[in-house]
């Protein structure tokens, strides 16, 4: 199994200020056929369900605000809040789909305001 | 709108199965595959595996082959997930989702309300 490691565990930011979580996958998700990284991106609120962020890296889901990007290619991925809002305040989750049918989740990132 | 809508909350005890029923409504059933991840309270997300409603195939996680099974019923545009030989490490919320894009296995774009699994003697 590709292995997904989140980094940092938590961090917490200042409204108005940037937030930057890492994910590194065990593999490189990157597939050279179509030249598309598997890596999807979540937001997991307290007592919701997660809501999918990003896909193939760095195409925004519709409604997400564009303050949220993605980036990173291979093994080593991105996901940047500029100008952190309250509503930000979530667990993020990396997860890749590079192993057809068989999904794994980074271990999250909690993010909160100082 | 695009809707996945799960059964309630379970108590189960040691040993015992648990079945789970996630209902789709909003889009064609078949087109896209299901997915269902747990979540231990307090932890992260853990997938569990995947449903072709079309077909009915399924591929799980290493550690849930043998103990789960997914499967669905294209007369009412449910699939159902369900564990056996519970511990109490299973209690968690499990939630289905639908696909991102149809006959895929990408990654969650909609999600159920989740179902928590209780496991206690």
């Known amino acids: 199994d590709i292995v997904m490691t989140q980094s940092p565990d938590s961090l917490a930011v200042s409204l108005g200020e940037r937030a930057t979580i890492n994910c590194k996958s065990s593999l490189s998700v990157l597939h050279t056929s179509n030249n598309k990284n598997y890596l999807a991106w979540y937001q997991q609120k307290s007592g919701q369900p997660p809501k999918l962020l990003f896909y193939w890296a760095s195409t925004r889901e519709s409604g997400v605000p564009d303050r949220f990007s993605g980036s990173g290619s291979g093994t080593d991925f991105t996901l940047t809040i500029n100008s952190l809002q309250a509503e930000d305040v979530a667990v993020y989750y990396c997860?890749?789909?590079?192993?057809?049918?068989?999904?794994?989740f980074g271990g999250g990132t909690k993010v909160e305001i100082k | 709108q695009v809707q996945l809508v799960q059964s309630g909350a379970e108590v189960k005890k040691p040993g015992a199965s648990v079945k789970i029923s996630c209902t789709a409504s909003?889009?064609?059933?078949?087109?896209?595959?299901i997915h269902w991840v747990r979540q231990a309270p307090g932890q992260g997300l853990e997938w569990m595996g995947i449903?072709?409603?079309?077909?009915?195939?399924?591929n799980f996680a290493q550690k849930f082959q043998g103990r789960v099974t997914m499967t669905r019923d294209t007369s009412t545009d449910t699939v159902y997930m369900d564990l056996n030989t519970l511990t109490s490490e299973d209690t968690a919320l499990y939630f289905c989702?639908?696909?991102?894009?149809?006959?895929?296995?990408?990654?969650?774009?909609?999600w159920g309300q989740g179902t928590l699994v209780t496991v206690s003697s």
């Open positions: 909003g889009y064609t059933f078949i087109a896209y595959y």
């Open positions: 997860q890749q789909y590079y192993t057809p049918h068989s999904l794994t």
């Open positions: 449903i072709n409603p079309s077909s009915g195939g399924t």
């Open positions: 989702a639908r696909d991102l894009s149809p006959g895929s296995s990408l990654a969650g774009a909609y």
